[in-house]
């Protein structure tokens, strides 16, 4: 029976619940019994996904107090001795496990998106040069092998037990306040408000001279795609767009991981805005334009008509 | 003299709406496309002019000219502000900027005897468009055409696209009328040819404001037949290949308009959608239809001979998708401007020389050779490639463009970059005995080898300037080296 | 106050191949440059400097001996010294190893902040400042998009941080890591033609493992937890381009496209 530790952030406990399906990948769900360590609050709604629940301790542990998480999570392996250590890749488990795996002083595979367990021999896989290349990752020593995994990377659904074990496990530390005493404290927090700069999205839907008379519909398609819309020169020439959202040398330089521009014929003064493009799906009436010739898929046809079915389709979503 | 002793002058000369001081427009007259990025930037590190001035006429030229002339006023004339060599930039405190706008008129459209007059300040998109619409051409197409101006293109001996088979401006001028720094008036009258004494014109022609102020133009006209062009295109193994195609071409006495090799990296920008890395041959038959056809057929003919070179054909399609977009518009400029402000970038520089066949592709191989090895900034380069566009029957051109990330502060961009390149691509014509300067001019910034582009030859270019201009009062550093100068050059 | 930017060089991602045959990365085309999130880490501590001129930064980095050259860009601009650990012996480090060799530097100096990037280009694990904040028992951040300047000096320092749609304000006393995130806040200044030329050979120092003092077992493959077994592309076949109408066809086409692809 393997034991595994997953680290339930407090804002993100279903998240942490998808990693039973790297356990399980792992090992086989019913090969390992595995530990949950979070806020009392929060374990209570995770009952019957993880064997074990360690509640983090008798007060609300700050959970940007990372010196005292790692002190913890040390503590608990010391008890149990795990095989596997288990933190999402969010902003405090990207700093929380390089800093347990140097205390533990153990291997540690970041952001991995695969894995491929051969009884003992464990491979994690995880993505090198931007996504370029993939590696495969073995851990060397002991153990005990941790990971950090991004979210929506796996998913889990189903309980695995009747009930889980409370264990309330008493800390060194416990009871002692630590806001007073720590070295670092988050202040205060606030959403990220209003315009997004184009460079920083995943998905563009790029309007180009063709969509001059519909531009405002890209942004209906951006909305279902979670993407952001941006022009070529020619819609911001007419100031039907604002001069921040032009892809081209004279403008922004964007690397979305999908680019669907629609009515641009690809002059080059644009495409030297595109690097690092994974994806292209060019919506043109001419199917020769230059765009094509870089694209995954060529819509010939007109962009209105695209963006109108397909926003249909996407909304019709997966029937039987 | 002093600033308020000059204005007070022009006040005497012309009406207020015809002078204008405001700073915004002085700061832009200091320098031209040349220092595009540090303009932006606003780190220019030339004077501004004291005044820009609109004459109505050539005898307020003449005035004018002769006020300045009188006071030592440095004179810089302009009209579509289009130079890219630093024609039009000022390097003295002292200047008055005489701008052509106001000479607007299209004097005269002679069909029969095709000629057609204007004034200076014509933009030649403007006049293009109204000869078309009659069936008529100039036959002359620089990219900067929708913008650029017709004084400004005779004063530069600029070429089109077309030039192939249309020719230099040179070939086109028929009369002129310019004005010399003492106020004469010199009116070329129009005629078909003439063996009147040395001709006269080829003064004016290509001056760059260093003589005269070109106030009036008349250019021949040609019957203008666009159904009957025809592209060609082919995908060609490289440079030398390409090049001995277009000799072929030139010396069988074909004239096509637009003639075109692309070297790799200059071709994969402009056609990415075809070139798969090669260097691309573009050729354009154009004029009535039996020469068209036969052009065409020429063109195929010289391919032919040298098969084993080309790769394959370019659908005529996309060829001619990409000639349709090809000029500048006022919009790409004020578009490029808002790119270099917000971006350490700009669409990059050229320098472009000519030579006879054989020596031209040597040119262009040791001019690359010579980049990759010995200049500093090799790393920051995005683009260095080279294209031939105007042929003849005894050689052609090199036009060498670069692009470049910049990595320095914006008045150093010059001395990086474009500087450095610019002496290797011109020392290595030079010694080939090649022209460093095939249709852009020699501006200011290629002055320091205007003695050794012209040799010999420089003592009839320095008494011109000695006759027409004895106090040196014509766009001060252009073509001639000014040691006065050289602090905006280094 | 002492401020050591840890750089890192990477290769220019746009100019890397893949061989498919010998299923290597072909690296020796790349040129290597300063991985940008470290490149703003080092701005923004030049931008401290010049309102605080008597900080005094140096960049620390760890590669091969050529990395040096690159180092002068860097220190042209008003860095004061420049570390470079470089030994055959730490060829194969893992992020592991990697942090152990620069904490047996960084451990003798007297540091009160370090400045650093979270991503790197080529394996993007964050591992390292974090890694090394443990070590030296300090604290650390990532995605840091801004801090006060003034606190900062004081040494306390007040950091913005973007994570997660988030802005986030931290207090955090020195010693610390700042692990920053590519920001047009911070912006590296321009070298002037002047400094072009300019020697800077005499700021550098290159560290061997001579200095260092590490057992074998602690660097290098020896001294890794992590092993890359293998790599491979992921998509191993060539773009293939396909064109559709506007019909339903091709709209579902499209559609299944973007499901194939986790868009949506």
Known sequence: MKKCLIYVEKIHPRDAVDLLDAVDRLYGSENAKVYGFGDEEVLQSLEGYFDVLIPSGNEQLDPYNIKTLTNRLEELHEAFIFDSILILATHIGRMLAPRLAMRLQTGLVADITGINADGDRIELIRPAYSGKLMAAITIRGTGPMMMTVRQKVFQWEEKRVSNSQWNLFEFKDSGVVQKKNASMELLRSEDKEGFTDIRESEILVAGGRGTASYFVELESLAKVLNAQVAASRKIIDQQIAPRRIQVGQSGKTVNPKLYIAIGISGAIQHIEGLKNVEHVIAVNKKSRAPICSIADIVVEGDGKEFIEKLLRRIRRGDEI | METKDLLKGLRNLLNEEQINTEEENLYDASADRYKKYAKVRRVLDVPMPKAIVYPNSAEEVSKLLMFCNENKINVIPRSGKTATEGGLENWKENTLVIDAKNLNKTIKIDEYNMQATVQAGVVLGDMEEELRKKGYTTGHSPQSKPVAKMGGLVATRSIGQLSTLYGGIEDMVVGLECVFPDGHISRIKNVSRRAGGPDIRHIVIGNEGSLCYITEVTVKLFKYFPENNEFHGFLVKDMDSGIKVLREVMVNGYRPSVARCYSEEDAKQHFYHFSKDHCVLIFMAEGNQEIAEATGKGIEKAAAKFQDSIIEKVDSQLLEEWFENLNWSQQDIDDEYEGMLENDSHSGYTTEVSGDWETIIKIYHNVMKRIKEEYHRVEDLTLLGGHSSHSYINGTNMYFVYNYEIHCAPEDEMRVYHHPLQRIIVEETLKLGGSMCHHHGIGKFRNEWTKNEHGSAYYMLEKLKETFDPNNIMNFGTIYPQKEGEKYQK | ?264
Not at chain 3, 51 to 64: D, F
Not at chain 3, 181 to 201: A, G, H, L, N, T
Not at chain 3, 234 to 241: A, C, D, G, Y
């Open chain 3, 1 to 264: 106050m002492k401020i050591i930017c840890l750089v890192k060089f990477v290769p220019d991602l746009e100019k890397i191949q893949f061989d498919k045959k010998k299923n290597v990365l072909m690296r020796e085309n790349a040129r290597l440059s300063i991985n940008p999130d470290d490149e703003t880490a080092l701005a923004a501590a030049l931008k401290l400097k010049e309102k605080y001129p008597e900080t005094v930064i140096e960049i620390l980095s760890m590669g091969p001996r050529s990395v040096a050259r690159k180092f002068q860009d860097l220190l042209r601009r008003d860095v004061d010294k420049g570390i470079l650990i470089s030994d055959p012996l730490y060829v194969g480090s893992d992020t592991y190893a990697t942090s152990r060799i620069l904490t047996a530097y960084l451990k003798h100096k007297k540091v009160d902040w370090i400045f650093t990037g979270t991503h790197s280009l080529d394996g993007d694990t964050s591992h390292v400042p974090a890694q090394i904040a443990e070590l030296l028992q300090m604290d650390h951040l990532n995605n840091v998009v801004n801090f006060d300047k003034e606190k900062l000096m004081e040494g306390t320092a007040l950091i913005r941080v973007d994570s997660e749609g988030q802005i986030l304000e931290f207090r955090m006393d020195l010693p610390g890591i700042l692990s920053f995130e590519k920001s047009r806040e911070f912006k590296m200044p321009y070298i002037r033609y002047e400094d072009f030329q300019r020697d800077v050979s005499d700021k550098v120092e290159i560290l061997t493992n001579e200095e260092l003092q590490l057992s074998e077992e602690e660097v290098g493959l020896s001294g890794s937890m992590t092993e890359v077994s293998r790599t491979f592309m992921k998509e191993l076949v060539n773009k293939e381009s396909i064109t559709v109408k506007t019909d339903d066809e091709g709209i579902e086409r499209v559609y299944e496209f973007l499901k194939e692809k986790d868009y949506i």
